[in-house]
């Protein structure tokens, strides 16, 4: 990673009622551009 270079990790999950879950983030560098992202499905 180069110096001063300065990236940022948001995440975010969420349920059901307890039966189904999935959660995803994003990162994103200094700019606000995007570097990469998940989501995932976690089932029951």
Do not use: H, Y
């Amino acid at each position: 990673m180069p110096r001063g270079w300065v990236a940022e990790l948001n995440t975010d999950g969420a349920s059901r009622g307890g039966l189904v879950a999935g959660c995803g983030g994003i990162l994103r560098n200094s700019n606000g551009q995007w570097i990469s992202g998940f989501s995932k499905n976690l089932g029951q």
